[in-house]
């Protein structure tokens, strides 16, 4: 497989940062939750120290994927018979994702840095109260933003595979072509 995408299918470079993204966004929807909603210090505080390099890792992905697509790479062209709306949809959800992974990781770090937790994270301070930040409402709502693009994102994708049967998802390295 190439590392740059053809105009039929995404290249290893696109793949890999596509899926080990996914798979880190699904680990911060997890310890992000559990977080916000424990009461116990200690262990809001060690679900935090996994949080925050997950989230971290996941805003340098995005930055170095819009990079690649900038200067490396172009996207596969959609389906030809796929209608014009459906087309128009799908950009405007990917824009939104990179908008809105982009915002929700900024405001989790910004939330970090005002709320002055920065020392219990690294150190032994005692964790502040995270709420009295207004990046950290941001965060709260852009989170939800995420799961609302993500269902449709992910219900296009099923949609593809089991209703168009058009095999959309062999393009990103699931499944025979
Ligand atoms: C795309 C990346 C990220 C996703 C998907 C994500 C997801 C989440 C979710 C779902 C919550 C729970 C929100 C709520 O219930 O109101 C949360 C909380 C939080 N996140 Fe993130 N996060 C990301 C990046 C970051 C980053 C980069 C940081 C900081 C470096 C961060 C710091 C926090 C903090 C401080 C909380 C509050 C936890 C609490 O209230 O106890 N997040 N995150």
Redesign the pocket.
Known sequence: MSIKSSSTRYGSVAIAIHWLTAL??VG??A???L????VDPAA?LA??RA??P???G??LL?LLRIVWWLVADRHPALPADQPNWQKLTARAVHFSLYAV?LV??????A??IL?G?LPAIVGSATLPN??TVLP?AV??IT??L??GLLALHIGAALYHQFIRRDRLLSRMGVGAA
């Open positions: 880190m966004i911060l929807f310890t992000g939750l977080a916000a909603a424990q809001k679900l935090l949080h925050l997950l989230g971290a996941v805003l995005t992974v929700t990781a900024s405001s989790g770090i939330t970090i709320s937790a995270l709420e950290r965060h709260g989170t939800r995420m799961l």
